[in-house]
């Protein structure tokens, strides 16, 4: 098994891009992915359907808005490639606009109390910096999932925000420093902060918490973790 040839090869990845859509395309794709650059409806259209070109080509036949809303698990909205053609057969078509956007039902997910069941409105955007992938025989396009107002309804959108928000303070600070030749920040890995929440009474029965500001640990857990499995 060719590893380097196999790896990835179900991700429609940065060299997949370059392989499959125009010169030109492919730097407005690299340019929306690096600056965050809104994308033209008509580049989208020759995205999707390089993206649907190369699905089918390992069998997919149905694409799917890939989203993680506020249950602690991931969610699909599945629709298939295939539409009636007028000699009544079938046509494999893929647009930028089903590409981009999204309507799955929101009153399935929780909204936080932002709105009644009954005035549910959810869209799903794709997010172009996480590469598609195809599993199950389905095209997964990772979106992030907001309401009609605009407020976040899963745990992606929130993590983009902050990302943008560091970005646009960290290139404010760049330039405030003479620095013009960077586009952009981008976020790959945050400082590892723990915290734990106590109940006032319990705190006030951990004579450790109060006198150091930690809980200190004596004799070793009756089991650890001497097995990979665990």
């Not at 429609?12 to 392989?19: D, G, S, T, V």
């Not at 590409?99 to 929101?106: C, I, Q, R, S, T």
């Not at 069941?117 to 794709?126: D, I, K, L, P, S």
């Not at 734990?196 to 200190?216: A, C, E, M, P, S």
């Amino acid at each position: 098994m060719n590893v380097p040839e196999y790896f990835g090869c179900m991700v429609f990845n940065e060299a997949c891009m370059k392989e499959r859509l125009p010169e030109d395309t492919y730097k407005a794709m690299k340019k929306t992915i690096r600056d965050g650059k809104s994308l033209d409806l008509t580049i989208a259209n020759v995205v999707a359907n390089a993206m649907k070109d190369w699905a089918v080509e390992h069998g997919a036949t149905h694409y799917t808005h890939w989203f993680q809303p506020m249950t602690g698990i991931t969610a699909e909205k599945h629709d298939s490639f295939i539409s009636p053609s007028d000699e009544g057969g079938v046509v494999m078509e893929f647009s930028g606009k089903e590409l981009v956007k999204g309507e799955p039902d929101a009153s399935s997910f929780p909204s936080g109390g932002i709105r009644a069941t009954f005035e549910a409105r959810g869209y799903t955007a794709w997010d172009p910096t996480s590469y598609a992938f195809i599993k199950d025989g389905t095209l997964c396009i990772p979106t992030a999932f907001c309401s009609y107002g605009g407020e976040a309804l899963d745990k992606k959108t929130p993590l983009l925000r902050s990302m943008e928000a560091i970005n646009r303070q960290a290139m404010r600070v760049l330039r405030l420093f003479g620095n013009e030749d960077v586009t952009s920040v981008k976020t790959t890995v945050g400082a590892e902060q723990e915290y734990f929440l106590i109940d006032q009474d319990v705190y006030n029965r951990r004579k450790d918490l109060i006198y150091t500001g930690r809980t200190l640990f004596g004799a070793k857990p009756s089991k650890g973790q001497e097995l990979d499995d665990h």
